[in-house]
């Protein structure tokens, strides 16, 4: 779940000049399970967005903030999806999300600190309700974090490896791999209890198998490992989300894990392909 404000990576958001990123704003769901998967992200306009300090409306859609809970209300049209559904279907849904742990500290992706990354719930308990869902619903782990900048992250980075995971003893363990358009790095991992956080040093990048679009990506691994790629969520001529087993001193791990190609991303045939993905309605 992705609520966007100036999509970066809108097509029509890239074609207007990025002056206005109030009329590029959408709300990206992706359901994944055993009975298929599921994909909507409608971009709409300014009229379609309500916010505040502790709510976010676009559309029929919403986040707010109850009590100590987050809290997400979804009403979108998902995309037909090859062999599971032919046309398009509404669903309807809520996620609540009771955070273990807190956080409130900024991390700069770049040196400028154009670009920046936010865990704002690095661990929590959630819960999914849907009218689509099997047994109406799941209960897990869950994650918040935000990310904003002023500037297009094709202009300043050639890609990211992220991940983020949770160890047996209650642990939240994020780690963020950014290349820089100028071919530095900016490379660090982060360790979440109930009542600090500090940084760890990592192991050095191993890659992961490519998908079909050829995205791969690589994960913090320790040398006498080695990462094994469990499932594949997303594949995309830019971005691949997948299910990653890892080992970070000597502790292997199964980390949720995003890959982004800003370089792919930046190319022109990419952005016509991703309308259909993505339709606007404003």
Not at 71 to 79: G, Q
Not at 180 to 191: H, I, K, M, N, T
Request: with cysteine.
């Amino acid at each position: 779940m992705i609520a966007f404000v100036g999509s970066v990576f809108s097509p029509y958001y890239h074609w207007s000049g990025r002056k206005d990123p109030q009329n590029h704003v959408a709300f990206n769901v992706a359901l994944y399970g055993p009975q298929g998967h599921a994909w909507a992200m409608t971009e709409r306009g300014t009229r379609h967005l309500r916010r505040g300090r502790r709510r976010l409306e676009i559309g029929s859609s919403s986040m707010r903030i109850d009590g100590a809970e987050l809290v997400i209300a979804f009403d979108e049209v998902f995309l037909p999806w090859p062999g599971q559904r032919w046309w398009p279907k509404r669903m309807r849904g809520e996620i609540r999300l009771a955070a273990d742990v807190h956080a409130d500290q900024a991390y700069p992706l770049d040196p400028a600190g154009r670009h920046l990354w936010q865990p704002v719930m690095p661990k929590g308990r959630v819960t999914v309700f849907g009218d689509a869902l099997p047994d109406g619903g799941w209960s897990g782990q869950g994650y918040h974090d935000m990310n904003y900048g002023s500037r297009p992250l094709e202009d300043d980075f050639a890609g990211w490896d992220w991940a983020r995971g949770a160890t047996d003893d209650g642990r939240a363990i994020l780690l963020y791999d950014a290349m820089l358009a100028s071919g530095s790095g900016r490379r660090f991992g982060l360790v979440y209890t109930h009542d600090e956080v500090r940084e760890i040093e990592l192991p050095p990048r191993q890659a992961l198998r490519p998908g079909f679009w050829r995205v791969g990506g690589g994960i913090a691994c320790d040398q006498i490992a080695d990462p094994v790629l469990q499932s594949t969520y997303e594949d995309t001529p830019f971005y691949r989300r997948s299910l990653v087993q890892t080992e970070i001193d000597g502790e292997r791990l199964v980390m949720m894990h995003e890959t982004l190609d800003c370089r792919r991303l930046a190319n022109p045939l990419v952005k016509f392909m991703l309308p259909f993905r993505m339709p606007r309605r404003a």
